[in-house]
């Protein structure tokens, strides 16, 4: 299956408070407040929820203010302030549709920041916050990357590999035309922490790794396994420090009634 992956993350970083008056906006969205004790998506937890189609549809299902906001931002749990409760408990059912069908990834993330602002009241302010993260540094051999084929499209492809038994025994990920920003939006939320690179390199690249679980690791999201796969597949060093990361200290917010 193909997992569009969000591409604004340092975009989020200038927008804040304040939204110019070029800042791309929904051409119509409608909120419905989900009734109490609506269970999260399945893809919630691991950061793998869809929000965007083709037509420049937006449509989230259950979702909370609290992950929209690390949605739109292109940030992990651990980079913004709790808020009131509700935000990460009321559950929101929100369709929207930009102006133009051909919005961008990019461009319906600003488009959800301008409706958390709008209709969410929502304000915040940056700081930098030391925090975990996860370093990736030059191996002791060139990493395993490969640049895309003019005809590949930024894409991020998992498909189960089955053993004689037919039972599942790896998941072959394969990320075509994918930068380190976007290797940071994919996986940081599984690791807990902001991947910082200090390879070197820039620039989009093709790749794969696969993620075997065993009985000791039975989850194939687990984050050791992932790490794992960095090091050894990809061939980076990869390390754990703390460092100063962008932090959004969450200011006031409102909940949105029903028809509204």
């Not at 993350?9 to 051409?27: H, I, N, R």
């Not at 449509?59 to 949605?71: D, G, N, P």
């Not at 929207?96 to 301008?114: G, R």
Request: proline share 9%.
């Amino acid at each position: 299956m193909t997992r569009p992956i969000a591409l604004a993350p340092v975009l989020a970083l200038f927008v804040g408070l304040c939204y110019s008056e070029k800042a791309p906006t929904f051409e119509v969205a409608a909120i419905t407040p989900c009734k109490p004790g609506t269970p999260a998506p399945p893809g919630e937890h691991n950061g793998m929820e869809q929000f965007t189609f083709p037509g420049g549809r937006f449509s989230a299902r259950a979702t909370t203010v609290k992950y929209l906001l690390e949605w739109a931002y292109g940030i992990i749990p651990a980079q913004h302030s709790e808020g009131p409760g509700w935000m990460g408990d009321d559950r929101y059912d929100i369709n929207a549709k930009a102006a133009t069908e051909h919005a961008t990834d990019d461009e319906m993330k600003l488009m959800a920041q301008a409706l958390l602002a709008d209709r969410f009241k929502l304000k915040f302010h940056h700081e930098a916050r030391e925090a975990p993260v996860l370093i990736l540094a030059p191996g002791k051999t060139p990493p395993k990357l490969f640049p895309p084929k003019p005809e590949e499209k930024y894409a991020l492809k998992v498909a189960p590999l089955t053993g004689q038994d037919q039972k599942i025994v790896s998941y072959h990920v394969t990320a075509t035309r994918f930068s380190f920003a976007q290797l940071n939006l994919t996986f940081a939320r599984l690791l807990g922490r902001v991947i910082v690179n200090q390879t070197g390199l820039e620039g989009d690249f093709d790749f794969t790794i696969d993620l075997t679980p065993d009985e000791n690791q039975p989850n194939p999201l687990d984050p050791s396994l992932l790490v794992s796969a960095l090091r050894e597949q990809l061939g980076f060093n990869v390390k754990s420090a703390k460092a100063p990361v962008d932090y959004l200290a969450i200011d006031s917010v409102e909940k949105v009634a029903a028809g509204n």
